[in-house]
């Protein structure tokens, strides 16, 4: 079955700190890997879109970047206001047109 | 564009009652999809449509959920009759052909008491 995993759960840095969010999936035939922001009581936000290994995308304090196996979300110098959930969803060719996200990381930044 | 617009945001029915959900998608979008979101379970993928037809309903959890999409504008999620247990928020969200991204709703709020 395939399968989506983020890590960590839980991340809370303070203003500035830099990190990293994981999201692994099912190595199976990507077809797209999509990262949202999710703020509480709104829907999912789209952020970007990764098609092939190697690519990257930037926007803001934000990047992300993919590989064969797995998606990381770059956060430099954060602000408060970067405090969200952030969801990594994946398609596979396998899954037509089926969207599957996954559980999401609750990054707080304190100011 | 105003986005993907849903109705009502918030939803309170007693158990046993019909409620339905509704959608309006980006316009131009070929696909559109339905979710529901819990603490427990995350975002989990109900049901979607491709130019207006059913593909895969495979997520939607029990025979008293059903979802229409009479045309190219407007979309329902039914649940009859309604339980506590399915108490979430519901989504909805659009992409404008196969395998780019999904724009989503505001949510609905549904609580079954």
């Known amino acids: 079955e395939d399968q989506v995993t983020q890590s960590p759960e839980a991340l809370r840095l303070q203003e500035g700190e830099s990190s990293s969010l994981n999201c692994s999936y099912t190595?199976?035939?990507?077809?797209?890997l999509f990262w949202y922001r999710q703020d509480p009581g709104k829907g999912p936000e789209f952020l970007f879109t990764?098609?092939?290994a190697g690519e990257e995308k930037e926007k803001e304090r934000l990047k992300a970047t993919l590989t064969k196996k797995e998606s990381f979300l770059h956060i430099t110098a954060p602000k408060p206001e970067d405090s969200a959930t952030y969801l990594c969803a994946v398609l596979w060719y396998s899954s037509a047109s089926k969207i599957i996200f996954g559980s999401g990381t609750r990054l707080s930044i304190r100011p | 564009d105003a986005g993907v617009i849903q109705s009502p945001r918030h939803e309170v029915t007693e158990m046993g009652q019909e409620v339905t959900l509704r959608c309006k998608p980006i316009s131009g979008h070929d696909y559109l999809f339905w979710y529901r979101q819990t603490m427990m379970r995350g975002l989990e993928l109900l049901i979607y449509f491709n130019n207006n037809v059913p593909i895969d309903d495979s997520g939607m959890p029990e025979d008293r959920f059903s979802a229409k999409m009479p045309n190219a504008s407007f979309s329902t999620l039914k649940i009859q009759p309604s339980e506590p247990r399915d108490s979430a928020v519901y989504f909805c969200?659009?992409?404008?052909?196969?395998?780019?991204?999904?724009?989503f709703g505001q949510g609905t709020r549904l609580t079954v008491v």
């Open positions: 190595v199976s035939g990507l077809r797209g």
């Open positions: 990764l098609y092939s």
């Open positions: 969200a659009s992409s404008r052909r196969e395998s780019t991204e999904a724009f």
